[in-house]
């Protein structure tokens, strides 16, 4: 091992199982358990300057006492030099009351409040004590913990590895003086046992430099690990995929629109990955309608020209016949065959589609998570496109990756990631970025309606209806529902047909049979429907440019990133475009501000910015499922400022110093350390 001898094993020493309830297996797991807040027991308050509201620690001599058996209730009074305090226990356990006899001295912590007979303290924390008996020398730690762990039982535990364990340093001196960080272990003993003169407010708000090394230490272990799994990437063999007869520039031609500058820019990005041995890992992300579809496509061309075949891999199958389409539209002209694979396909038609590609008769295939299925086999498979990359857990993109010799790997979002993020959980990816819309797009009106006004919208959307323009009327639930009462699919398409029986109104909904939903969008793509009324299964790849109006009901229930996919539908086409977001009062504070970002910007990184604010990394990214190590205690908005110097000591240790980097990897993750992405 370079650079340092560090020994692992004492870490990796197994806990009781009792442990396992809160994933705690390893002692490095129950040290890495740091405290939710801390309390502060080193000093006693007397009775009389208790304050309401305020935790505190007092001691005193029980002068009265009184159980009631049948409710379990118990009522004590403590008493010091300057007053009395009123202890309740409402679920007082068998044996309390006798140990709670009038002249025990009891040392009891807890929140006051103001209650019937004065001053009282409900389900204080006590023991009993002697006359003398000193106070701790540090704050308390209150840990994370679940019914079977108690908090004794964590302190006792972490007290003892503390006294055992001997945990070296993996970082080397140079590093920790270049970034001004503290040695490790004793950051560790800060955060687990804080003298009183160490301040609070700091360990609260985790910006002491204790919690800033070990922010430090999780954000570099997730970065090596990353970096670790592309390196190993790298080392695989992937087809060179040069063109051969012009296919890519016969589709640019055949387009009946010019590329964008920022497509441009993004193409020329993933051409060059093509044509290298080594396979293409890249994240293509870019706002709603900014054309991530066509790049797929000429990349797809680009790998059909040079003899190899392309997996299209969407998550619904509305979505998959959309890109079918779509891409049937760009590739039939050009004599290039396109097929789709999905769970609702009858096995005729399957088993067609299955012999082609397994031939290599089929050039192109579009599905659904039936392209993970066994028996899906390629005669030659070179591209995997994955759209709404985060919608697939890493499982299934590895199953399908396994079906080639490392195919080369091109993943979509249209949700933009803030740079600070995609630097913190995509370092094992390139990124490409589309940050410009094509001129055609029109930007898109956003209201917000209180629900009370109902009728007022349903007037408005049968005027621009009846002008020839089409309504998308979204709402978040098929059926009604017992735990939620909102405005469903089916009660609104009801609704809406007999309040124009004249109109021809659409219901798509994800209980539906694929061929009805298919049906349906044709006839509303074919502009044979005026209003559709939808769940969210169209919140994605649906592409209506005559659609000009989107209703959303129940506004308030949906998130940042859902409700600008939704408004994306809309905008496609010339006509004026306006998105209606009805909202159900009350509102809560989360609700309220999400509306007030929709209703200020059409930006889709701001409202990323905003979506990962609210929200906090490890739901924004949907990191359990994408198989990156989820971060526990580091921020990447807020740490920002931590990531660059990250950045290179995980270069430095990789390059230079690889025992230490594999030493800080187990130390963090332990067994646990596969986390080579799809």
């Given at each position: 091992m370079a650079g340092i001898a560090v020994s692992i094993t004492p870490e990796l020493t197994l806990l009781p199982s009792v442990f396992g309830k809160l994933g705690l297996v390893t002692v490095a797991d129950l040290l890495l358990h740091f405290p939710l807040r801390y309390e502060d027991e080193t000093r006693l308050t007397p009775i009389a300057d208790v304050q309401p509201g305020r935790f505190v620690q007092v001691q005193g001599e029980i002068v009265q006492r009184h159980a009631v058996l049948a409710t379990r209730r118990l009522d004590v009074w403590l008493r010091d030099e300057s007053g009395d305090l009123l202890l309740r226990f409402l679920h007082a356990f068998p044996g309390q009351a006798a140990r709670m006899a009038p002249g025990v001295s009891l040392r009891v912590a807890g929140e006051a409040r103001v209650g019937f007979s004065g001053l009282e303290m409900l389900h204080p924390r006590w023991r009993a004590v002697k006359p003398g008996t000193p106070l701790p020398d540090g704050l308390t730690p209150v840990y994370p913990a679940v019914a079977g762990v108690t908090q004794s039982a964590l302190r006792r535990q972490i007290r003892l590895a503390l006294a055992q364990i001997d945990w070296q340093d993996t970082l080397p001196e140079q590093v920790l003086r270049a970034h001004d960080l503290p040695d490790f272990f004793s950051?560790?003993?800060?955060?687990?046992?804080?003298?009183?003169?160490?301040?609070?407010?700091?360990?609260?708000?985790?910006?002491?430099?204790?919690?800033?090394?070990?922010?430090?230490?999780?954000?570099?272990?997730?970065?090596?690990?990353?970096?670790?799994?592309?390196?190993?990437?790298?080392?695989?063999?992937?087809?060179?995929?040069?063109?051969?007869?012009?296919?890519?520039?016969?589709?640019?031609?055949?387009?009946?629109?010019?590329?964008?500058?920022?497509?441009?820019?993004?193409?020329?990005q993933i051409q060059e990955d093509l044509q290298q041995s080594r396979p293409m890992q890249r994240l293509l992300q870019g706002d709603v309608g900014s054309g991530k579809t066509v790049v797929a496509a000429l990349a797809a061309a680009q790998?059909?020209?040079?003899?190899?075949?392309?997996?299209?891999?969407?998550?619904?199958?509305?979505?998959?016949?959309?890109?079918?389409q779509k891409l049937v539209h760009w590739f039939a002209p050009l004599q290039i065959s396109v097929g789709m694979l999905s769970g609702s396909l009858g096995n005729k038609a399957r088993n067609k589609v299955l012999e082609a590609l397994r031939l290599g008769e089929l050039a192109l295939v579009v599905g659904t998570h039936a392209l993970f299925q066994r028996e899906v086999s390629f005669a030659r498979p070179g591209l995997l496109v994955v759209d709404e990359q985060h919608r697939f857990g890493v499982a299934q993109r590895m199953a399908l990756r396994d079906k080639g010799v490392a195919p080369h790997q091109l993943m979509m979002s249209a949700t933009p990631i803030p740079r600070t993020l995609a630097m913190t959980y995509y370092a094992d990816l390139d990124v490409s970025v589309i940050d410009a819309l094509p001129p055609a797009r029109s930007p898109v009106r956003t209201r917000l309606v209180d629900d009370r006004r109902r009728q007022q919208v349903m007037d408005w959307v049968r005027q621009r209806a009846v002008s020839g323009e089409q309504v998308y009327w979204v709402c978040p639930l098929v059926e009604e529902s017992e735990a939620l009462q909102l405005q469903t699919a089916m009660d609104t398409y009801a609704a809406l047909c007999l309040a124009w029986p004249d109109s021809a109104v659409g219901l798509v909904h994800g209980r539906m049979r694929a061929a009805e939903k298919q049906a349906v969008m044709a006839?509303?793509?074919?502009?044979?429907?005026?209003?559709?009324?939808?769940?969210?299964?169209?919140?994605?790849?649906?592409?209506?440019?005559?659609a000009s109006v989107m209703v959303v009901e129940h506004a308030e229930r949906m998130g940042l990133a859902q409700l600008h996919q939704l408004r994306g539908r809309v905008g496609r086409g010339m006509r004026r475009s306006e998105c209606v977001l009805l909202y159900h009062e009350p509102l809560s504070d989360l609700a309220r501000a999400r509306l007030k970002i929709m209703f200020e910007s059409q930006d889709g990184f701001h409202i990323a910015r905003e979506d990962l604010r609210l929200r906090g990394p490890g739901e924004f990214i949907g990191a359990r499922q994408s198989g990156v190590p989820v971060l526990r205690f580091a921020n990447p908005d807020e740490d920002a400022d931590l990531m660059q110097a990250v950045r290179e000591t995980a270069e430095y240790l990789l390059q230079y110093e690889p025992g230490r980097a594999q030493a800080h990897i187990a130390r963090w993750y332990g067994a646990r350390q596969s986390y080579a992405q799809a």
């Open positions: 950051s560790v003993c800060v955060l687990h046992h804080p003298s009183p003169e160490t301040s609070v407010q700091g360990l609260q708000a985790r910006t002491h430099a204790a919690w800033r090394r070990i922010k430090f230490d999780e954000l570099l272990a997730q970065q090596l690990s990353l970096r670790q799994a592309r390196a190993q990437r790298q080392l695989m063999g992937a087809p060179r995929l040069a063109a051969r007869s012009g296919l890519v520039q016969r589709l640019l031609d055949a387009l009946p629109f010019a590329l964008t500058s920022a497509q441009r820019r993004a193409w020329q790998a059909i020209d040079a003899g190899y075949q392309v997996a299209f891999m969407v998550p619904t199958e509305l979505l998959a016949e959309q890109h079918f006839d509303f793509v074919a502009d044979k429907l005026r209003v559709l009324v939808a769940t969210t299964v169209i919140e994605v790849g649906v592409d209506v440019p005559n």
